[in-house]
């Protein structure tokens, strides 16, 4: 009786661990037309919406220069982007999904450039928040 019910056990266990479940979603069709139609609209886009830290921003293209190259000497390991818009060249650094990312940095980085601030970046290419 005392091996027998080891065995009671093992085999029970075993036949326990071989079921499987399956779960059945039902939901409208309004829903699935909908879901489907946001995944097409995710797809075409090829930008997501992000953080950068804008460090400089200056009307003088030698200047902007000037601190591009100081701030990529400085730190190698982030990705610098500039935009021109008229009459100003911004530098902006990282590439960050979330706020809360952009905002460490951004505290590292005004010890240095006590202008810096965060910026929204729309038009940021999915790769980027990779690195």
Known sequence: ????????F??????????????????EPAVSRM???????NKSKNT?????????????????DRVKRSFEFRY?????????????FKLRAGAFATKLEATRM?????KEYAGAYLAVDKSMSPMELLY
Do not use: C
């Open 1 to 8: 009786m005392k091996l027998l019910t080891p065995t009671i």
């Open 76 to 88: 190698p390991n982030i990705a610098t982007n500039w935009v021109h818009d008229k009459p100003y």
């Open 48 to 64: 997501v919406e992000g953080w950068r830290i804008q460090v400089f921003a200056t009307a003088d293209r030698q200047q902007f």
């Open 10 to 27: 093992l085999l029970l266990f075993l036949f326990v661990s071989t079921l499987s479940a399956q779960v059945v979603i039902e939901e």
């Open 106 to 110: 951004l505290h590292v980085l005004k």
């Open 35 to 41: 879901m489907t139609s946001y995944k097409e609209v």
